[in-house]
């Protein structure tokens, strides 16, 4: 009994040991650093992620000059609007995310009396499957202390969030306007795109509209409706836009930022976009409905994801929590 009791205190102190040792220097490097050059990169802006570590931005940028000399490559690239990760940084960080992780679930298990905060983002674009999938996240996880992110976003700013490892994953769709110009920007930014499901193109109408006892509805009928779409801000390019056809003239366009804003303009001004078809009922009942539209066109709806990060945990269970849609759907 009592050799047991020595061989846990001593498997306990050597656990507890290695951990100091771990945090005290990785590679040279110390976890602080890391921790303070994934903030950043989390935050795209030193200013920002100063506040979050609750430290002067200029101790931040010091400590970053610090380990960009230390590590021998370029870590951020900065500009007038805040900083960007170079392509050798992306790497660094890859790995930097790992040992953390590594790290945190050590403390958890064998040295800290609280769970670790755990950190997981997403961005996405207006898809609420994408929501679903989040909320089994939560419930799977289940655990009491976390801090997690879905950001609704533009096209771009998805794609750089993956690239500046703000996002572990994201979620566009591909067809054939934007396929090749899309697939050229994630293989410049080394993210790799993985299909979630196709579908065939909707018009997501009120079930008050003119058009809404039609089986189909062919794109000329559009024509004197208002097209609703996202914003893309200064990239508004018909390539990034999430509504498919984004190339046809309109004579009434209302481009808004939100979900809700578009489902009040469905319903107050007969207003129409085009999607997926995906759109659950119980967000507003059978007030919006989705109508085939007659278009030689297919949606490819898809996960994108830095090719030098491995997923964690939460990242593997919000993919499967995904997969699981997709099929329903």
């Not at 064998?110 to 207006?126: D, G, R, V």
């Not at 591909?174 to 410049?188: R, V």
Request: net charge negative; with cysteine; proline share 2%.
């Amino acid at each position: 009994m009592l050799k047991g009791v020595v061989i846990e205190r001593f498997s306990f102190s050597f656990i507890e040991q290695f951990i100091i040792s771990f945090e005290r220097v990785v590679f040279g490097l110390t976890l602080q650093q890391l921790k303070y050059v994934l903030e950043v990169a989390s935050k795209g802006s030193m200013n920002e992620a100063a506040k979050s570590l609750f430290i002067s931005q200029p101790r931040l940028s010091n400590a970053i000059k610090e380990l960009e000399k230390e590590v021998k490559i370029t870590l951020f690239i900065r500009t007038n609007r805040g900083v960007t990760i170079s392509n050798e940084g992306s790497e660094f960080l890859g790995y930097a995310r790992q040992v953390l992780q590594q790290f945190n679930m050590l403390e958890e298990k064998y040295i800290s009396e609280k769970p670790a905060k755990q950190h997981f983002s997403i961005s996405t674009q207006h898809y609420t499957f994408a929501a679903n999938a989040f909320v089994e996240l939560v419930k799977e996880f289940g655990a009491e202390n976390y801090e997690f992110t879905l950001r609704e976003s533009k096209t771009y700013e998805i794609i750089e969030d993956v690239k500046n490892l703000r996002s572990e994953l994201g979620i566009i769709y591909l067809s054939s306007d934007n396929e090749s110009i899309l697939l050229k920007l994630l293989k410049e930014r080394n993210i790799i795109f993985s299909e979630l499901f196709t579908a065939q193109p909707h018009v997501f109408i009120s079930k008050r509209h003119p058009l809404s006892d039609k089986e189909y509805i062919n794109l000329d009928e559009l024509d004197d409706y208002p097209c609703l779409s996202f914003e893309q801000g200064e990239y508004n390019s018909f390539y990034l836009s999430e509504e498919i056809l984004s190339t046809r003239s309109v004579k009434k366009s209302i481009k808004v930022s939100d979900r809700a804003t578009i489902v009040n303009f469905m319903i107050g001004l007969d207003g129409y976009t085009i999607s997926s078809g995906v759109f659950p009922k119980y967000l507003h009942g059978d007030d919006i409905i989705a109508v085939p539209l007659n278009a030689d066109e297919v949606i490819r709806v898809g996960i994108i994801k830095h090719s030098d990060v491995i997923l964690t945990k939460l990242g593997e269970i919000y993919m499967d929590a995904l997969k699981r849609v997709a099929q329903e759907l």
